[in-house]
C-alpha cells in the first residue's frame, strides 16, 4: 500500500506563512499556547476528521480556515475539503447551516480561492491573498440580507434619467442581486454612461452594498470627467453626489471650470487606503497607471504629461503592498474597459477583492473574456438613432495600397532614417530589402504621401460647421497629420485644424473647447452648428 503525502512541503509553508504575515496574521506553530486576544494563523488546528493546515482566530474566536497544497497542485477543488473542515470543527460559536466557520481559503502560495460560507449560495472566487484580520471581522459584522432588501423596496425612481440608463442600473443591480463579480455595461458613445454610472453608484452606497468605490480610467482627462459629473450630481433633493458621500482623486483638476463647480473633491489620504474602515463610504477617481503607481510604492509624476504614460510593466504578477489590502474597494468600476491598457494592466484589477463592472461602447474580445462574458446590459447606436438620442453618420472607407498590403522598401533605396534619442534625420541607402506590415505603419515606419491621399480623399466630404476627430498613432504622426490638414484647407488658417494630445498646453481646456464651441451654420455666420442648434434666421 502506498501512501500519499498530501501535505505541502516545507518550502511551500514559508511562502504561505509569509503571505498571511503580510496579511497581518501572527504565525501560532501547533502545540504553543494560543493567546486570548490578537489575530493569529495556528498551524495543524485538530477538528473532527483531522488537522486543517491552518486556523484564523481573532481575540480567542475561529474566523477562518486555510486549507494549504504543494505549490503544484491545483487547489480551486481543495475548498471542498476546507468545506468539511468548517463542518467538523470544535467549538466555535457559529452556526451557517452545517458550517462553524464563516470563511474558508484553498492556496498553494500561488493561487488562492476564498469562500464566504454564511449564505446557501455562496460562490468561491480567487483572491490575490488572504484577507487581513480586520477585513474578515468587518464581513462578518455586515448583514447580507439588508443591502439587498433594500434594492428591493427602493425601485429607481430618477426623472432626470432616460428609460434605457434606469434599465442599465436595474440590470447591474439585478446580476448583484444574483452574486455575480464581473459584469459589461455597453452603451453607444454619447448615451450618458457617466451619468449613469454615477446614479448606479449612488444606489450602491446607499443601500450599502458597497462602501468603497474605485472609479477606474486610463486618462486623466477621464478622470476628471468622472470627478466633474461626481459634482454636479443631484443625489437628493438640493444635494449634490460628493456632499453626501466622500469623492478623492490623485489630482485636483485647476481651472476656472473647476472652480465654477465648486466640486466637493479631496487628495486620498493614505489612512483609507492602509486602513479601510467598515463606516468608510467613499468613491476614489484614479487612472490605472496612477493605481500600478500606488500598489508598487512608484512615486506620482509631477507633470501630467508623464501620469498617463503607457510604459512597461510586469505583465505577470503583481506584488502584495500590505500598505494596500486587498478589501480597499469592494466596487471597482473600470470605464473605457476595451482598450488594450486594460488588458495589458487587468493585475491592477486581479489586484482587489472586488465586485468588478466594465463600461464600454464597443467591448473587445478580450473585455469580454476578463468580465467572464457576461454583458449585463447593451444599448447600442443603432438603437440611439432610432430612439432619437444620437445622429446618425455615414460610413467613409478609404483604402491605400499601403494600408492593405504594407511597405515593401527595396535594396538600394535611399531613405531618412530618425535618430530616436536625439530626433535628427539621416539618409541612408539600404542594404537590403526589408518588408513593413500593415500594422508597423506610423509605428516604425511613416508613409507621408499615404497621409497626404487619405487627406485629400476626406476633403471631399467636410462641409463646413461638421466636427472632425483625426485619431493618431502617436504624437508624432498627429503633427504630420495637422500640417497635411492645414496645407489642404491653407484658406482657412490654422486654427480650423488643431492637435489635442497629451503633449500641447492645456489638452483638457482644448479638449473642453472643441466639445462645446459652436460653429457656424450653412445659411449665415450666426454662430450655431448645423443640424443641432436652431438658426437665429
Known amino acids: 500500500m502506498v501512501q500519499l503525502n498530501l501535505r505541502p512541503e516545507r518550502k511551500t509553508r514559508e511562502k504561505i506563512d509569509s503571505m498571511l504575515e503580510k496579511s497581518g496574521w501572527k504565525i501560532i506553530e501547533e502545540g504553543q499556547q494560543i493567546p486570548p486576544k490578537g489575530a493569529f494563523a495556528v498551524e495543524e488546528y ?21 486549507e494549504a497544497k504543494k505549490e503544484i497542485e491545483p487547489v480551486y477543488s481543495v475548498l471542498t475539503q476546507a468545506q468539511r473542515y468548517a463542518r467538523d470543527i470544535l467549538n466555535t460559536k457559529y452556526e451557517f447551516d452545517d458550517f462553524k466557520v464563516p470563511f474558508i481559503y484553498s492556496t498553494n502560495s500561488r493561487d488562492t480561492y476564498f469562500q464566504d460560507l454564511r449564505t446557501e449560495n455562496s460562490r468561491s472566487r480567487k483572491v490575490l491573498t488572504i484577507h487581513t484580520p480586520n477585513a474578515l471581522v468587518e464581513f462578518l459584522s455586515r448583514d447580507l440580507n439588508k443591502p439587498m432588501s433594500w434594492f428591493l ?11 434605457y440608463q434606469k434599465d442599465a442600473i436595474k440590470a447591474i443591480e439585478g446580476n448583484v442581486l444574483r ?17 449613469t454610472t454615477v446614479a448606479l453608484l449612488y444606489r450602491m452606497l446607499k443601500s450599502g ?9 486610463d486618462r486623466i482627462e477621464l478622470a476628471n470627467q468622472a470627478l466633474g459629473a461626481l459634482a454636479s450630481f443631484k443625489a437628493e433633493p438640493a444635494q449634490k453626489f460628493d456632499r453626501i458621500y466622500e469623492v478623492f482623486c490623485r489630482r485636483i483638476p485647476e481651472g476656472r471650470e ?26 476614489f477617481v484614479a487612472t490605472i497607471q496612477s493605481m500600478y503607481r500606488l500598489i508598487t510604492g512608484q512615486k506620482e509624476p509631477d507633470k501630467e504629461i508623464e501620469a498617463d504614460k503607457d510604459y512597461d510593466i510586469d505583465v505577470d504578477k503583481i506584488e502584495y503592498n500590505p500598505k494596500i489590502p486587498i478589501h480597499a474597494f469592494d ?6 474597459c476595451h482598450r488594450s491598457i486594460y488588458n495589458k494592466w487587468k493585475i491592477v484589477l486581479d489586484y482587489f477583492d472586488s465586485v468588478q463592472v466594465g463600461l464600454t461602447a464597443t467591448p473587445a474580445l478580450h473585455t469580454y473574456a476578463y468580465f467572464d462574458s457576461n454583458l449585463a446590459y447593451t444599448y447600442s447606436l443603432e438603437k440611439a438613432v432610432r430612439d432619437g438620442y444620437l445622429v446618425d453618420y455615414d460610413v467613409v472607407h478609404i483604402d491605400t495600397q499601403i494600408t492593405m498590403e504594407g511597405i515593401k522598401l527595396k535594396k538600394g533605396r535611399q531613405i531618412k532614417i530618425e535618430d530616436v534619442q536625439t530626433r535628427e534625420m539621416h539618409n541612408t541607402l539600404i542594404d537590403d530589402e526589408i518588408k513593413f506590415e500593415p500594422k508597423k505603419i506610423e509605428r516604425k515606419i511613416t ?17 463646413d460647421g461638421r466636427k472632425t476627430v483625426f485619431f493618431a ?41 472643441f466639445r462645446n464651441r459652436e460653429l457656424s451654420c450653412n445659411c449665415c455666420n450666426c454662430g450655431y452648428a448645423n443640424n443641432r442648434y436652431r438658426c437665429s434666421k
Open 258 to 283: 473647476w472652480k465654477s463647480l465648486n466640486i466637493n473633491t479631496r487628495l486620498m489620504p493614505e489612512s483609507k487606503l492602509s486602513n479601510p474602515r467598515p463606516n468608510d463610504a467613499h468613491v
Open 473 to 513: 498613432v502617436d504624437d508624432k504622426h498627429a503633427d504630420q497629420l495637422v500640417k497635411l490638414l492645414r496645407e489642404k484647407f491653407s484658406d482657412k488658417g490654422d486654427k480650423l485644424v488643431q492637435k489635442i494630445t497629451y503633449k500641447v498646453d492645456k489638452a483638457p481646456d482644448m479638449i473642453k473647447q
Open 331 to 336: 466596487l471597482i468600476i473600470s470605464d473605457e
Open 153 to 163: 423596496d427602493n425601485p429607481l425612481r430618477n426623472e432626470y434619467l432616460r428609460y
Open 46 to 66: 485538530q477538528t473532527e476528521s483531522g488537522p486543517v493546515d491552518y486556523a484564523l482566530i481573532v481575540d480567542s474566536d475561529v474566523i477562518g480556515l486555510v
Open 447 to 463: 508613409a507621408v504621401d499615404r497621409n497626404r491621399k487619405i487627406v485629400d480623399e476626406f476633403a471631399k466630404y467636410f462641409k
Open 179 to 195: 452574486n455575480k463579480n464581473k459584469m459589461l455595461l455597453a452603451m453607444a458613445t454619447g448615451t450618458g454612461k457617466t451619468i
Open 209 to 217: 452594498r458597497f462602501r468603497r468605490i474605485l472609479f477606474l480610467v
